[in-house]
């Protein structure tokens, strides 16, 4: 059977290659014309592809004219991998960009005639703005209130609303005061932002779009050439739409009706920024001729990680419940998901960091593996860990790729090389680069000179999957880099990535760790109304369905080693863990207790041999009131050698070891490699560092 999922080498020669491609139910999302159309496509469906191949195939059967498509999706990595389908599909000509790309190419084109002169300038950060505006306001902020700030303008531009009626739709939809401000004072900050849009000749990006609603609603000319320019419309993401986005859709429409959105209301975790999944999920009472199919036959992930995806969303209340759908995996079985407890956060970043150094030595690429985590604080730790541990990674979200200065530098000198005559453009590029600094083998430590290798690095690399086609100029790579710059689509790096959920969504990997899944982190203690419990809910399917082979959840009992143990396990998972096909719970899954929905895996004490201990107590091997039976001589000289390890290493001392991984050492007073690798809380990763040390420091602390 093809894989519907996987990448389309060359263009296809007729229509019916185009849907030999392509399962039973994308087909029938390819050969559906004439009527709006809902395709309601759950995590690793293939909807991309299934709406690419429908244009395809609509422009072979001579059903869409390629230039009359606009396939608009959400980011512009989103719409470059549409881009690149479509030409590898053999139709070059459809315009796939985003609302805003999209947008601003229109709004350019018309300011002349409807304004007059030239389009003002993008603002393309808010922050100096927004800033400005408080500024004259006498009110102070520091960066996360400036933060927060901006995303609430952004979302009273993207609702539509003026600084008059922000206050109104504020308490409407029960915005809380940010940053400490009431609605009041943020509706004198957006007044007073677009008197700083004003004075400087700018726009904002929400500018650009209701600027083209303007032209759109007031000017009937205007109307009528996009309208006869763009006759067929794709919009893909469409839960997430906002109010804004969808008035200009429908502007861009007028009378017609010839649509086709995709999405899934399961995976709607914007409505903070204003996305409102209402228009996916009444499309049907919107366009009444509109037809829904559903994609529900999963090619990303096992069935285990499916299953546990699905019983995530069993417990889903209200309209996601309503219209949610099942994922069927087509994957053979694979390993099933583990979910772990850790005594503190600390403990949990250096378990999931050890976890990863063991794969990695049984050969498995750290740019296969993801860390993913509700807040961006939540990074630190991971990154302290991973550091120890010798493991690269990659925070998402930071600075992106193609503007780090030695990747721009790289940019300029591979486009002066296009003016030089080369024969063989991947020697050419190494030419370049090597007098940017980069060489065949990596310079050995870390810090800035590595930092720039690692960056020329991914360049060679990107470059080679160009240059490997046959006839490919350095004019072609220098293109394709361009494109990619455009679209920030970074090549990908040797690390593992750490990341968000909400960086994380649209994204895949074959080991995914999702990390701090507790109340209070997922759901996050500030959700509070029955929407936004059920947003959280939805932010861990989104991040449990990253995963195609490999899944482990875990989190902590507390935030700091010694803390009481006051968190439990997220709620979303009672119903995984209740579950007859559960997940199995490391470690050592042992008796369950009965008559609590939390279902508590319990395991008898490894030290007393009496009464059952909680998931957190097995990671110290013993239950409060135990007594413990570490000796204070090894316990003393254990603490000095973790002291001085720590310190030599710059990291802090958890990361060497835990406070309760050193105090099982210290009970278990182990004679061997073997004999260290039972000890709760130590890997194979722990003994191959410090296994030789802490064996001889045990055995001389026996002889005093």
């Known amino acids: 059977m093809i894989d519907p999922s996987a990448s389309t080498a060359s263009a296809p020669t007729d229509a019916e290659e185009i849907l030999a491609a392509l399962d039973p139910e994308q087909r029938e999302v390819a050969r559906t014309f004439g009527t709006p159309i809902c395709v309601l496509a759950g995590a690793g469906t293939g909807k991309t592809r299934a709406i690419t ?59 002349p005639r409807v304004v007059g002169g030239a389009m003002p300038e993008l603002l393309t950060n808010k922050f100096a703005g927004v800033g400005e505006a408080c500024q004259r306001l006498h009110l102070s902020v520091d960066r996360a209130a400036l933060r927060d700030l901006v995303a609430e303008v952004e979302w009273s531009r993207v609702s539509m609303l003026t600084p008059e009626s922000y206050p109104e739709a504020a308490q409407r939809t029960r915005r809380p005061g940010v940053a400490g401000f009431d609605s009041r004072s943020i509706s004198r900050i957006l007044t007073q932002y677009e008197e700083v849009k004003k004075e400087r000749g700018v726009i904002d990006f929400e500018d650009v779009l209701l600027h083209l609603v303007g032209f759109l609603t007031e000017r009937s000319d205007v109307a009528r050439e996009v309208r006869g320019q763009y006759r067929h419309f794709v919009v893909d993401e469409y839960q997430d739409v906002s109010t804004l986005q969808h008035a200009l859709l429908r502007l861009w429409l007028g009378s017609s009706d010839d649509v086709c959105v995709v999405g899934d209301a399961a995976q709607t975790i914007y409505t903070f920024a204003g996305a409102r999944a209402s228009y996916l999920l ?32 069993d417990g889903a209340k209200g309209r996601t419940r309503e219209s949610r759908l099942t994922l069927v995996s087509q994957r053979p079985s694979g390993p099933p998901p583990v979910i772990e407890s850790f005594p503190d956060d600390p403990a949990e970043a250096d378990g999931i960091a050890a976890r990863i150094a063991d794969l990695v030595a049984q050969g498995r690429p750290a740019a296969e593996i993801a860390i993913l985590f509700r ?15 010798g493991i690269g990674y990659l925070v998402r979200g930071g600075d992106r790729f193609f503007e780090r200065q030695e990747v721009r530098r790289a940019m300029v000198s591979l486009r002066a090389a296009t003016r030089v005559e080369q024969i063989e453009p991947a020697r050419a590029v190494r030419d370049v680069l090597s007098q940017q600094g980069w060489s065949e083998k990596a310079p050995e430590g870390t810090g800035a000179v590595r930092d720039r290798w690692d960056s020329l690095n991914a360049l060679v690399g990107l470059t080679d999957t160009v240059t490997s086609r046959p006839g490919t100029t350095m004019a072609d790579v220098v293109r394709e880099l361009e494109e990619r710059a455009e679209a920030q689509a970074a090549p990908v790096v040797d690390g593992v990535t750490l990341a968000s959920v909400h960086a994380a969504k649209g994204l895949e990997w074959p080991v995914v760790f999702v990390a701090g899944a507790s109340d209070g982190l997922l759901p996050i203690s500030m959700a509070r109304t029955a929407a936004e419990i059920e947003e959280e809910r939805r932010l861990l399917y989104v991040a449990l369905t990253r995963a195609k082979d490999l899944l482990t959840v875990s989190w902590a009992a507390a935030r700091t080693p010694g803390a009481r143990g006051s968190r439990k396990a997220s709620r979303f998972l009672d119903g995984v863990r209740e579950h007859p096909e559960a997940p199995r719970t490391s470690p050592g899954a042992g008796p369950r207790r009965t008559g609590r929905r939390s279902a508590t895996v319990y395991a008898e004490c490894r030290v007393c041999g009496q009464g059952l201990v909680t998931p957190a107590e097995q990671r110290r091997g013993r239950h409060d009131g135990c007594p413990s039976t570490a000796g204070e001589d090894q316990l003393s000289a254990l603490r000095s050698w973790r002291r001085a390890k720590a310190s030599a290493g710059g990291v802090p001392a958890y990361a060497i070891l835990t406070d309760a991984a050193l105090e099982a050492v210290a009970e278990r007073d182990p004679r061997s490699e073997q004999d260290l690798l039972a000890v709760p809380g130590i890997g194979p990763g722990k003994v191959a560092s410090f296994g030789e040390e802490m064996l001889a420091l045990l055995a001389a602390a026996e002889k005093q």
Do not use: C
């Open 53 to 111: 191949h429908r244009i395809a195939y609509g422009v072979a059967t001579g059903q869409l004219n390629p230039r009359h498509v606009l396939a608009v999706t959400f980011t512009a990595k989103a719409a470059a991998e549409m881009r690149s389908r479509l030409r590898d599909l053999g139709v070059p000509a459809v315009q796939a960009r985003t609302f805003h790309s999209a947008a601003l190419r229109q709004l350019r084109h018309f300011w």
């Open 282 to 313: 009444d499309f049907r009472k919107e366009f009444q001729r509109a037809r829904t199919i559903r994609l529900e036959r999963n090619y990303r992930s096992t069935p285990e990680i499916v299953r546990m995806a699905n019983s995530v969303l």
């Open 375 to 389: 807040t961006n604080s939540q990074s630190e730790a991971f990154e302290q860990s991973l550091t120890f541990h």
